[in-house]
């Protein structure tokens, strides 16, 4: 079972960081790992527009986020985002699941749409293991990547919430990690004994 954020949680994590708790403990106390507690203190800051160090904002609008949708390369979008640095467009292209900004790659793939529901799932590949997103049927997403037993899937989860649970199994995982194929997905294999996403988090 996906351990969702309440908004008790929420409202604890951002008091505690307005008293000045290092966001490491605040994951000791709210029971999460760094790097769920870390996400989730980002999208509060976008959510209450609060300003960086370096004078930026950290919030995006709809139509900013609209733009990065475009077929424009990382070059073009800063053009078009001034207030926004190119650091912050790839951070924010890779959270919505954008890879096809890089100039001269193919702007057909890689595309996720913020608005559609999204699958987490996880699946054995025999010699190591993956989990994955995706907004179309699992079997769609795995056609080409052979033989699999799928072990888990969670439906219907907003995309900023799936790759938020995805990076924090990674992070889990990371004393785990193997490269696997590279068209599944290298970066997000694992041998871990395992039979549900339950067991990763």
């Known amino acids: 079972m996906i351990k969702h954020w309440t908004r008790e949680e929420e409202e604890t994590l951002w008091n505690l960081k307005m008293q000045g708790k ?5 994951a000791e ?3 999460r790992s760094d790097e769920a507690v870390r996400t989730r203190s980002k999208r509060l800051n976008a959510q209450k527009g609060v300003v960086s160090k370096t004078g930026g904002n950290y919030s995006w ?23 926004k640095t190119r650091r912050a467009i ?4 890779e959270k919505l699941g954008i890879s096809k900004r890089y100039p001269g790659t193919h702007s057909g793939t890689g595309t ?9 799932y996880l699946v054995d590949f025999g010699e190591y293991k993956k989990i994955g997103i995706c907004q179309v049927s699992v079997r769609e997403r795995l056609k080409q990547d052979g033989i699999y037993i799928l072990l888990d899937q969670v439906d219907g989860m907003d995309l900023a919430d799936a790759i938020s649970t995805e990076r924090e199994i990674l992070q889990n ?3 785990h990690r193997v490269v696997g194929d590279v068209r599944r997905g290298s970066s997000e294999c694992f041998n871990y004994p395992c039979a549900s996403l339950e067991d990763l988090i």
């Open 173 to 175: 995982m990371r004393t």
């Open 112 to 120: 996720m749409d913020p608005n559609k529901d999204t699958t987490l």
């Open 90 to 93: 790839m951070s924010k292209c």
């Open 29 to 31: 106390i709210l029971g």
């Open 22 to 26: 290092r966001l490491a403990d605040i």
């Open 61 to 83: 609008t709809q139509p900013e986020i609209e733009i990065l949708y475009k077929e424009l390369d990382f070059d073009e979008l800063e053009k078009e985002l001034p207030g």
